[in-house]
Nanobody, 124 residues
Framework: QVQLVESGGGLVQAGGSLRLSCAASGFTFSIYYMMWVRQAPGKEREFVAAISRSGGQTFYADSVKGRFTISRDNAKNTVYLQMNLLIPEDTGVYYC?????????????????WGQGTQVTVSS
């Protein structure tokens, strides 16, 4: 049974940091691309960051470049999102997602497995 379980969300002041984790099970984690997606209240889900199978390639939305870092530990079946210099616009539910062979790595629609999400709230 495939499971993606996010953790690490919470309430933080603007300028602060959070580190999200996503623990994977039920599939061969190391051969899947991983993605972080967020959804703000009343808005559609949006791509945040993605990482290749080995971790050698990373991809970011322009809105988070230079502030967020995606990484993975294939030995621990876990992907991370380090979020620094948080701003209120970063508020939302953060989801991790997995896909084995995305044609476009940043295309949310191609990702098959999804977690339940973790809430991130940034206060001004």
């Amino acid at each position: 049974q495939v499971q993606l379980v996010e953790s690490g969300g919470g309430l933080v002041q603007a300028g602060g940091s959070l580190r999200l984790s996503c623990a994977a099970s039920g599939f061969t984690f190391s051969i899947y691309y991983m993605m972080w997606v967020r959804q703000a209240p009343g808005k559609e889900r949006e791509f945040v960051a993605a990482i290749s199978r080995s971790g050698g390639q990373t991809f970011y939305a322009d809105s988070v470049k230079g502030r967020f870092t995606i990484s993975r530990d294939n030995a621990k079946n876990t992907v991370y999102l380090q979020m620094n210099l948080l701003i209120p616009e970063d508020t939302g539910v953060y989801y991790c997602a997995a896909d084995r062979t995305p044609v476009r790595v940043v295309n949310i629609a191609e990702y098959d497995y999804w977690g339940q999400g973790t809430q991130v709230t940034v206060s001004s």
